[in-house]
Antibody, heavy 121, light 110 residues
Framework: QVTLRESGPALVKPKQTLTLSCTFSGFSLKTNAMCVAWIRQPPGKALEWLARIDWDDDTFYNISLRTRLTISKDTSKNQVVLIMSDMDPVDTATYYC?????????????WGQGALVTVSS | NFMLTQPHSVSGSPGKTIVISCTRSSGSIASNYVQWFQQRPGSSPTSVIYDDDRRPSGIPDRFSGSIDSSSNSASLTISGLKAEDEADYYCQSYHNANWVFGGGTKLTVL
């Protein structure tokens, strides 16, 4: 059974750096054609893809946010970390980590429960 | 980059069929696969269609997906509507390594 769980601060101040962890089980990020991605959703709004890290360490970022994002993985701990700098109140959102499996495209088959992050002074 | 445009809301009565569209602003809809997600209130999204028209395990065949190159859009069709289908639905596609989501459609079962 695949599970993903996001963890991190519920509240950050403007200009601070956010660090979120995704701890997963039921699969390995050393397995070919696997990825973990971060996707966020502001309250009442649409989903937005942030970043992705693949089994082969390749990383990809949302073009509009790439200067603020860093994604990394620790396969020994089954963990993926997202760092987002210079937080702003508009970054208030639920942040999801998601597993992807590549066949003919990325199938996003398992989502974490999400972590609500509020940016406020 | 491109955008995916969805209707803000659709509605239908139990037992009826609804269609949610997802129109790509630039580039061909047929060039990159489309995935659809269902998000019930207070829950994480779940995939109901991937690779344009494939159903994940456990998704009933009442859910189907298609693409139409003439309108440069993808569609999610739900037949035999049930109360449990009431949710937000999002389409998603990509170009190169950039993933894009539509703005979401709220489905109300009357």
């Amino acid at each position: 059974q695949v599970t993903l769980r996001e963890s991190g601060p519920a509240l950050v101040k403007p200009k601070q750096t956010l660090t979120l962890s995704c701890t997963f089980s039921g699969f390995s990020l050393k397995t070919n054609a696997m990825c973990v991605a971060w996707i966020r959703q502001p309250p009442g709004k649409a989903l937005e893809w942030l970043a992705r890290i693949d089994w082969d360490d390749d990383t990809f970022y949302n073009i509009s946010l790439r200067t603020r994002l860093t994604i990394s993985k620790d396969t020994s701990k089954n963990q993926v970390v997202l760092i987002m700098s210079d937080m702003d109140p508009v970054d208030t959102a639920t942040y999801y980590c998601v597993r992807g499996i590549y066949g003919t495209s990325w199938f996003l088959d398992s989502w974490g429960q999400g972590a609500l992050v509020t940016v406020s002074s | 980059n491109f955008m995916l445009t969805q209707p803000h809301s659709v509605s239908g009565s139990p037992g009826k069929t609804i269609v949610i569209s997802c129109t790509r602003s630039s580039g061909s809809i047929a060039s990159n696969y489309v995935q659809w997600f269902q998000q019930r209130p207070g829950s994480s999204p779940t995939s109901v269609i991937y690779d344009d028209d494939r159903r994940p395990s456990g998704i009933p065949d009442r859910f189907s997906g298609s693409i139409d190159s003439s309108s440069n859009s993808a569609s999610l069709t739900i037949s035999g509507l049930k109360a449990e289908d009431e949710a937000d639905y999002y389409c998603q596609s990509y170009h190169n390594a950039n993933w894009v989501f539509g703005g979401g459609t709220k489905l109300t079962v009357l």
